[in-house]
C-alpha cells in the first residue's frame, strides 16, 4: 500500500515547480483514503493544491474521509460551485456528521451552495442521535417494489451508479414498509421475467430509528449483514447502515470502554488533542482516587492505636489493597465486557454473581493462605499479624469480586456506562472497604489472641 | 427478531408429540444465527431431532455457527453421508477453524467422508497460524482472467451460486498472480462485451498471507473494504478475508486487550469455563501482584524508622499507592489502545513520551499541590509531612506517566502484547517505586527540616 505520507517531499517538489500533470498522475496511483490521511500532513496552501489537482469523484471520496477542520478550510476555500458539488454527492452519512459539528451559521451559509433536496436529506437525517441507527444510517440505498421484475431491478441499479451499498436491494409496499431484501447476487442467478417477490428474502432482520448504535453493530454481526435496514416505528424503511460504519462502531465502542475503564473520560483521538486537554479529560476521576485515598487515609488514624500497637501491620497495606483492587477490577472488566458483548442479555444476574462470588472465595482461600504462609516465613510480623492478614485477604478478595460485579450492574441498570465502574471506582471502593476489614480484624484477633 | 431461545418449550412439545411438520415450519420462519444460538440450550437428544429438520442448506449454516462441543456431537450422530455434505460444503474458513481444533485420529476419520478436493484445501488453509490473514481467509472467491468480456465474468458467478463473498470478482493473470478486481456492481454497469480489464480496479490493496490478524481488520476499516484478498509472497491469490470475519476480529482484538489489561489471561467465552479454569486465568497477574505487594511492605519495613519517628506518614500510603497506579494505568492504556489502532506508525516515539511527561508534570503539579494542601488542613501530619506528601505525590505521578508510556513502547519492541503492560503490571511496579520516593523523601525532609 502507497501512503501520501511517503510522497509529500515528492509533492511538495511539484507544488513547487507548479508541475500539476505529474502531480495529477501521482495523485490517480493513491487511494482516496490514503490521500485523506497525508493531507492532514501538508500546510493549507498545499492541501488546496492538492485538492484543486483531484477530479470530481476522487475530491469527493478524499472529502469524506477528512476531519472537520480540514473539511471546513477546503470548502471555504475552493469555488463556490465545487463546494457545492461536492456537499451534492458526498455519502449522506458523512455529509450529516459533518453538518452535524457545524454552527447553525456555516449551516445555512452551506444549504445556500447545495440542490434543494440534498439539503432536505440533511435537515432529515440531522433529527436523529448520533449514536443511534439513525445517526449512522446513509439514505442512499435502492428501494423497490415487489412485483417489478428482476430485470426492472437490475435497471433501476444501473439509473443509480453512484450509490455506495449496492449490494441490496431493499423491497418496500406502497406505503414504504419494508417487506424483503434480494442481493444483486440474487438477481442476477434468477431466471429472467422472475417478480422481485420470488427471490427477496422476506421479513428481513432490521432495527428501529432510535436504536443505540452498539445494538446496530452486534445486529450486523450476528446475522453477518453487509447493511442493516433501518425502519421508523410504523416499519417505513428510512435508511441503511452499512457494514463500514459498523466496524467504526465496534472500533469506537471498544476504545470507549478501555478508556472509561482506565478513568480517561474518552474523547476521539486523544492523541491529537493539547496536553491542557487531555489533563482535563484525565483529571476528574483522580480527584475521585484522590479523596478516596484521604479517606483511607484517615481510616488508618482511626485505627491507629492498633496500628501503634504493631507497626507490622502496616507493611501488609500495600499488597491488601493491590490485591482488592486487582481482583476487583478483574470481575469488573469480564462483566462490563460481557454486557458491551451482549452476554448478559441471556443470562441471570443471580447467576453471574454467584458465579464471581465462588471465583473470589476460591481466590481468596489460595492467595490468603498464600500470603498468611508468606509473612509468617518472611517474620514480617507475630503469628497473630499473620493470621489477620491471611484472613483479611481472603474476606478482602472475596468482597472485591463481589463488588466488582454488583457495580457494573447495578450502573447498567440505571443506565449510566457499566465501564465506569469498572476503573478508579472499584479500585477507590476497594480500597477504603479493605483497610476497614484489615485494621478492624487485625485489631479484634491481636486483642483477644494476644 | 425472533430467538430460538423463546420457542424452546414449544420445540420440546413439537418433539414430544413427534410433529415434525409443525417444527419444520417453525424452523423455516428463522434466521440460521438465531437457530445455532438456540440449539446450544437444548439437550442433545434434542439437538438432533432439530438438526434432522433442517434442510440440508440451512443445516450447513447453523452448523458453522455452533460451538466445536455442538458441532462433534452432531457429526457424530448423523448419518455419514449428511456428516460427508456438511463438511463438503460449508464455508472454507470455518471449516479450517473446526478442523485446527480436532485431534488428527478425528481428522483423519472425518477426512473419509469428504471429497478429496475438498479435503485438499483443509489441508492447505491448516497450514497457516490462525490469527493470520491465511488462518482468516476462505477460499470460496471467484478469479478470472483479465480478457474475458464482462458477460462472461457474470456468467461465471452464475455457475458458483453458493460463494458467500460474491460483491467482487479478482482478475488473476496466468500464474494466478493477483492484478485487479471488479465489483459485481461494476459488470453490471458496464456495456456488454467490455472486457474485465477494462472495468476492474487495477492493482487492489491485498495483504500477505502471514500478516497479522489486527493488520487484515485495520486495512478492510481503512479502506471500507467488503473482502480483503490475501496473497502468497509472490502475488499469487490464494484467498480473501470477508468483512463478518473482520468485525469479529476487531471485537476479538479489543476483548483480549481489555482483559490482559485487566490481568485476566484472555479466552473466548471466560463465561461459559468452569469457575476452576476462570480462577486459574486469573491467578497469574495475581501472584506477580502479591509478590509486588510482599516486597512494597518490605520497603516499608526498611524504611520502618521513619516510620515510627511519624506514624502520620503511614496514613498518606494509600493515597500516594493509589494516585500513582491510576496515573499509570490511564498512561498505558491511552498508549496500548494508540499501538492497536494503528496510531503510532505514523509518530516518534520521542513525541509520544515527551507529551505523556508534559501531561505527567501538569497533572502531578496539580494533584501534589492539592494533596499538600489537604494534608495541612486536615491535620493529618505537621506540615513537614504535608510538604513531603505533595513532592511524592508530584514525583511519583510525573514518574508515573513515564513509566506507563515507556512501558507499553517496550514491550511492542519486543514484541510481547503491550496489553499485559497495562495492567496489573505497572500498578506494581509503581507502588513499589512510589513507596521508595516517598518514604527517601519524606526521611530527607525530616531530618533536614525537623
Given at each position: 500500500?502507497?501512503?501520501?505520507?511517503?510522497?509529500?517531499p515528492e509533492?511538495?517538489?511539484?507544488?513547487t515547480?507548479?508541475?500539476?500533470?505529474?502531480l495529477k498522475d501521482?495523485?490517480?496511483?493513491?487511494?482516496?483514503a490514503?490521500?485523506?490521511?497525508g493531507?492532514?500532513?501538508?500546510?493549507?496552501?498545499?492541501?488546496?493544491?492538492?485538492?484543486?489537482?483531484l477530479?470530481?469523484?476522487?475530491?469527493?471520496?478524499?472529502?469524506?474521509?477528512?476531519?472537520?477542520?480540514?473539511q471546513?478550510?477546503?470548502?471555504d476555500?475552493?469555488?463556490?460551485?465545487?463546494?457545492?458539488?461536492?456537499?451534492?454527492?458526498m455519502?449522506s452519512?458523512?455529509?450529516a456528521?459533518?453538518?452535524?459539528?457545524?454552527?447553525?451559521e456555516?449551516?445555512?451559509?452551506?444549504f445556500?451552495?447545495?440542490?434543494?433536496?440534498?439539503v432536505?436529506d440533511?435537515?432529515?437525517?440531522l433529527?436523529?442521535?448520533?449514536?443511534?441507527?439513525?445517526?449512522l444510517?446513509?439514505?442512499?440505498?435502492i428501494?423497490?417494489?415487489?412485483?417489478?421484475?428482476v430485470?426492472?431491478a437490475?435497471e433501476a441499479?444501473?439509473?443509480?451508479?453512484k450509490?455506495?451499498?449496492?449490494?441490496?436491494?431493499?423491497?418496500?409496499?406502497?406505503?414504504?414498509?419494508l417487506?424483503?431484501?434480494?442481493?444483486?447476487h440474487?438477481?442476477?442467478?434468477?431466471?429472467?421475467?422472475?417478480?422481485?417477490?420470488?427471490v427477496?428474502?422476506?421479513?428481513?432482520?432490521?432495527?428501529k430509528?432510535?436504536?443505540?448504535?452498539?445494538?446496530v453493530?452486534?445486529?450486523?454481526?450476528?446475522?453477518?449483514?453487509?447493511?442493516?435496514?433501518?425502519?421508523?416505528?410504523?416499519n417505513r424503511?428510512?435508511?441503511?447502515?452499512?457494514?463500514?460504519?459498523i466496524?467504526?462502531?465496534?472500533?469506537?465502542?471498544?476504545?470507549?470502554?478501555?478508556?472509561?475503564?482506565?478513568?480517561?473520560?474518552?474523547?476521539?483521538?486523544?492523541?491529537?488533542k493539547?496536553?491542557?486537554?487531555?489533563?482535563?479529560?484525565?483529571?476528574?476521576?483522580?480527584?475521585t482516587?484522590l479523596?478516596?485515598g484521604?479517606?483511607?487515609?484517615?481510616?488508618?488514624?482511626f485505627?491507629?492505636?492498633?496500628?501503634d500497637?504493631?507497626?507490622?501491620?502496616?507493611?501488609?497495606?500495600?499488597v491488601?489493597?493491590?490485591?482488592g483492587g486487582n481482583?476487583?477490577?478483574?470481575?469488573?472488566?469480564?462483566?462490563?465486557?460481557?454486557?458491551?458483548?451482549?452476554?448478559?442479555?441471556?443470562?441471570?444476574?443471580?447467576?453471574?454473581?454467584?458465579r464471581?462470588?465462588?471465583?473470589?472465595l476460591?481466590l481468596?482461600?489460595?492467595?490468603?493462605?498464600l500470603?498468611?504462609?508468606m509473612?509468617?516465613?518472611?517474620?514480617?510480623?507475630?503469628?497473630?499479624?499473620?493470621?489477620?492478614v491471611?484472613?483479611?485477604?481472603?474476606?478482602?478478595?472475596?468482597l472485591?469480586?463481589f463488588?466488582?460485579?454488583?457495580?457494573?450492574?447495578?450502573?447498567?441498570?440505571?443506565?449510566?456506562?457499566?465501564?465506569?465502574?469498572a476503573?478508579?471506582?472499584?479500585?477507590?471502593?476497594?480500597?477504603?472497604?479493605?483497610?476497614?476489614?484489615?485494621f478492624?480484624?487485625?485489631?479484634f484477633l491481636?486483642?483477644?489472641?494476644n
Open positions: 500500500m502507497k501512503s501520501l505520507a511517503l510522497f509529500i509533492i511538495r517538489n511539484l507544488l515547480d507548479n508541475n500539476y500533470t505529474v501521482l495523485l490517480k496511483e493513491l487511494h482516496p490514503d490521500i485523506a490521511r493531507v492532514e500532513d501538508l500546510e493549507p496552501k498545499e492541501q488546496l493544491a492538492v485538492f484543486k489537482c477530479s470530481d469523484e476522487e475530491a469527493i471520496q478524499v472529502f469524506e474521509e477528512l476531519d472537520l477542520k480540514e471546513s478550510f477546503l470548502l476555500s475552493i469555488s463556490r460551485e465545487r463546494a457545492g458539488k461536492v456537499l451534492d454527492e455519502a452519512d458523512d455529509r456528521d459533518f453538518f452535524s459539528e457545524l454552527s447553525d456555516t449551516v445555512t451559509r452551506l445556500k451552495l447545495m440542490k434543494r433536496e440534498e432536505a440533511v435537515v432529515q437525517l433529527k436523529y442521535e448520533s449514536d443511534t441507527a439513525g445517526g444510517m446513509t439514505t442512499d440505498y428501494a423497490l417494489r415487489e412485483n417489478i421484475t430485470e426492472a437490475v441499479i444501473r439509473k443509480r451508479p450509490v455506495e451499498m449496492i449490494h441490496y436491494v431493499y423491497v418496500v409496499d406502497e406505503p414504504g414498509h417487506v424483503g431484501v434480494a442481493s444483486l440474487s438477481l442476477i442467478l434468477a431466471k429472467e421475467g422472475t417478480p422481485l417477490f420470488e427477496m428474502y422476506p421479513d428481513p432482520i432490521r432495527v430509528v432510535d436504536i443505540d448504535q452498539e445494538e453493530a452486534r445486529t450486523a454481526a450476528n446475522y453477518d449483514l453487509l447493511a442493516v435496514p433501518v425502519i421508523e416505528h410504523d424503511l428510512v435508511g441503511i447502515v452499512t457494514v463500514d460504519d466496524i467504526d462502531v465496534v472500533e469506537k465502542e471498544a476504545t470507549e470502554d478501555i478508556y472509561r475503564m482506565a478513568g480517561t473520560v474518552s474523547e476521539d483521538d486523544v492523541h491529537k493539547s496536553i491542557f486537554r487531555v489533563v482535563g479529560l484525565r483529571l476528574p476521576w483522580l480527584f482516587c479523596i478516596g484521604l479517606i483511607s487515609g484517615n481510616i488508618i488514624r485505627f491507629e492505636i492498633t496500628l500497637e504493631t507497626i507490622a501491620l502496616a507493611f501488609f497495606t500495600p491488601i489493597l493491590g490485591m481482583v476487583g477490577i478483574q470481575s469488573s472488566t469480564i462483566v462490563v465486557r460481557g454486557i458491551a458483548l451482549g452476554y448478559f442479555e441471556r443470562v441471570q444476574i443471580f447467576w453471574v454473581l454467584s464471581e462470588m465462588g471465583t473470589g476460591l481468596g482461600a489460595i492467595c490468603g493462605t500470603v498468611g504462609l509473612a509468617s516465613l518472611l517474620q514480617m510480623g507475630g503469628e497473630v499479624v499473620a493470621l489477620a491471611g484472613i483479611s485477604m481472603f474476606c478482602s478478595l472475596s472485591a469480586t463488588i466488582g460485579t454488583i457495580f457494573p450492574l447495578i450502573f447498567k441498570r440505571i443506565n449510566v456506562d457499566p465501564a465506569i465502574s476503573g478508579p471506582f472499584v479500585t477507590t471502593v476497594l480500597d477504603i472497604t479493605g483497610l476497614i476489614i484489615y478492624t480484624l487485625a485489631g491481636l486483642k483477644t489472641l
